[in-house]
């Protein structure tokens, strides 16, 4: 199983909008992908699913990540990093059975001019703690707001050249 995870928890998000161009354009791909929002996680998270205990809500997001052999995380910048809640929902995941040997792909998305370079290099320290396989080709995509046209598709010749690129790579990886 393969699931895109959006890094943040945020209604509404260009992560979201990133997250559900990769799942369409890896269909047309023939990859099928399994989409999970941090949006879903359960209000309760951090008294409910942390320090060994777990909620029934949680346990069916444990399952889908459990079950799943290769990531791709979306990971918005936020202050200069990647989203805390994306770090509570890896801590909230069973150790270290949910990502112990897997593979991921990371990309990073900003408003600003960096494409949250320094988030995925922040998080790239998580998965390898995590024993999580990440494949080389990273991509950071800055001024994401105006990436992303109004069917939510890249189309910016660059971004949609490495995109395509990554996502070749991670269906090989």
Do not use: W
């Amino acid at each position: 199983m393969v699931t895109i995870v959006s890094g943040t928890n945020r209604q509404g998000s260009n992560t979201l909008k990133v997250a559900k161009y990769y799942q369409k354009t890896l269909a047309t791909k023939g990859l099928e992908t399994n989409l999970f929002t941090l949006a879903d996680l359960p209000n309760t998270l951090i008294s409910t699913d942390l320090y060994g205990r777990r909620s029934e809500q949680f346990q069916t997001i444990q399952d889908q990540i459990t079950n799943t052999s290769k990531f791709l995380f979306i990971i918005p910048e936020y202050n200069g990093s990647f989203p805390g809640v994306l770090k509570t929902f890896i801590d909230a995941c069973d150790f270290p059975e949910s990502f112990y040997d897997k593979k991921a792909a990371l990309v990073g998305v900003s408003s600003g001019k960096y494409g949250n370079i320094r988030g995925i290099d922040h998080f790239g320290g998580v998965c390898s703690y995590l024993h999580l396989n990440v494949l080389p080709l990273r991509l950071h995509i800055p001024y994401i707001k105006s990436e992303l046209n109004e069917e939510g598709d890249f189309f910016k010749e660059d971004t949609v050249k490495f995109s395509n690129e990554q996502m070749n790579k991670f269906i090989l990886f």
